[in-house]
T-cell receptor, first 113, second 115 residues
Framework: SAVISQKPSRDICQRGTSLTIQCQVD?????MFWYRQQPGQSLTLIAT?????????ESGFVIDKFPISRPNLTFSTLTVSNMSPEDSSIYLC??????????FGSGTRLTVV | GESVGLHLPTLSVQEGDNSIINCAYS??????FIWYKQESGKGPQFIID?????DKRQGQRVTVLLNKTVKHLSLQIAATQPGDSAVYFC??????????????FGSGTQLTVLP
């Protein structure tokens, strides 16, 4: 299965700033996804990163707050913009493997102070 | 929207006993289900999956049962070991927006294995 490298693994950021998270895959994949996992909670899909077109955002998430890039089939970035303490979460990159399978990165633990 | 939920947020078992983690789902159109294990500081790891045309599937020390009548999914871990301590999520994979598919996660169960 695909191997995902996600950077940074953790960061502490000041409110009002932005952080860009990188997701690198060791093989070309069609589907890439970004999830948020708030403290002690489950995973919520933020958006699907589409190669060559705009990301598809889920209800409650907007491009201005979470801009996503997908320049090629092995790389994507998620930016958390104008951060507030409520954005403190783990952000996870995932890729689709085959028709039904998914592999996850180890996540970026973000703390906003 | 549709959601997948778990019955119990925490579960403690003695080492060597069997563990059963339950999950209820609400989207009757879901055709594929996955159990994930998430250890502290890591992303979810695939454990086992099952398609909706099956009611049972076995792996190494793990068994998933699917009851479509009551929309219930369970994960059974045999001879639970300390390394099994983690949060376990069920997820349903359903088709949305044409051919696109999406994973919806349940709320998670924290499994603690006692010595």
């Amino acid at each position: 299965s695909a191997v995902i490298s996600q950077k940074p693994s953790r960061d502490i950021c000041q409110r009002g700033t932005s952080l860009t998270i990188q997701c690198q895959v060791d093989s070309q994949v069609t589907m890439m996804f970004w999830y948020r996992q708030q403290p002690g909670q489950s995973l919520t899909l933020i958006a699907t990163a589409n190669q060559g077109s705009e990301a598809t955002y889920e209800s409650g998430f907007v491009i201005d707050k979470f801009p996503i890039s997908r320049p090629n089939l092995t790389f994507s970035t998620l930016t958390v913009s104008n951060m507030s303490p409520e954005d403190s979460s783990i952000y996870l990159c995932s890729v689709g493997t085959g028709t039904y399978g998914y592999t996850f990165g180890s996540g970026t633990r973000l703390t906003v102070v | 929207g549709e959601s997948v939920g778990l019955h119990l947020p925490t579960l403690s078992v003695q080492e060597g006993d069997n563990s059963i983690i339950n999950c209820a789902y609400s989207n009757s159109a879901s055709d594929y289900f996955i159990w994930y294990k998430q250890e502290s500081g890591k992303g979810p790891q695939f454990i086992i999956d099952i398609r909706s045309n099956m009611d049972k599937r076995q792996g190494q020390r793990v068994t998933v049962l699917l009851n479509k009548t009551v929309k219930h999914l369970s994960l059974q871990i045999a001879a639970t070991q300390p390394g099994d301590s983690a949060v376990y999520f069920c997820a349903e994979n359903s088709e949305i927006r044409g051919s696109a598919r999406q994973l919806t996660f349940g709320s998670g169960t924290q499994l603690t294995v006692l010595p």
